[in-house]
Nanobody, 133 residues
Framework: QVQLQESGPGLLKPSQTLSLTCTVS??????????WSWIRQPPGKGLEWIGY???????YYNPSLKSRTSISRDTSKNQFTLQLSSVTPEDTAVYYC?????????????????????????WGQGTQVTVSS
């Protein structure tokens, strides 16, 4: 049974860089065919896919966030990490990591409108991130 656990600071000031880590147990993040996503849900809004790192290590991003986003991994720790730079209060959300099989990108062009909550079989419990001065 795969388990995912998010960790990182819960409170940031505007212009800082958000850094969250997802620790995975019960499966390797290099297991073929899986994509390891970061997803967020702002208060009162729906889920927003941020991007994913594939089993191969390739990374893919939501075009609306791409300029500020970096996803990386540490295979020795079975972790993957989200960095979101220059945060504003609009980045306040619950952030989730999740595992899925579907691809949303053609080459490096991604289509967030294809993302469905049901695509992800395993989720972390989520971590609240608040951006406030």
């Amino acid at each position: 049974q795969v388990q995912l656990q998010e960790s990182g600071p819960g409170l940031l000031k505007p212009s800082q860089t958000l850094s969250l880590t997802c620790t995975v147990s019960g499966d390797s993040i290099t297991t073929s065919s899986y994509y390891w996503s970061w997803i967020r849900q702002p208060p009162g809004k729906g889920l927003e896919w941020i991007g994913y790192i594939a089993f191969s290590g390739n990374t893919y991003y939501n075009p609306s966030l791409k300029s500020r986003t970096s996803i990386s991994r540490d295979t020795s720790k079975n972790q993957f990490t989200l960095q979101l730079s220059s945060v504003t209060p609009e980045d306040t959300a619950v952030y989730y990591c999740a595992r899925g099989l579907r691809r949303y990108c053609s080459g490096y062009v991604c289509y967030p409108s294809l993302v469905r909550e049901a695509d992800f079989g395993s989720w972390g419990q989520g971590t609240q991130v608040t951006v406030s001065s």
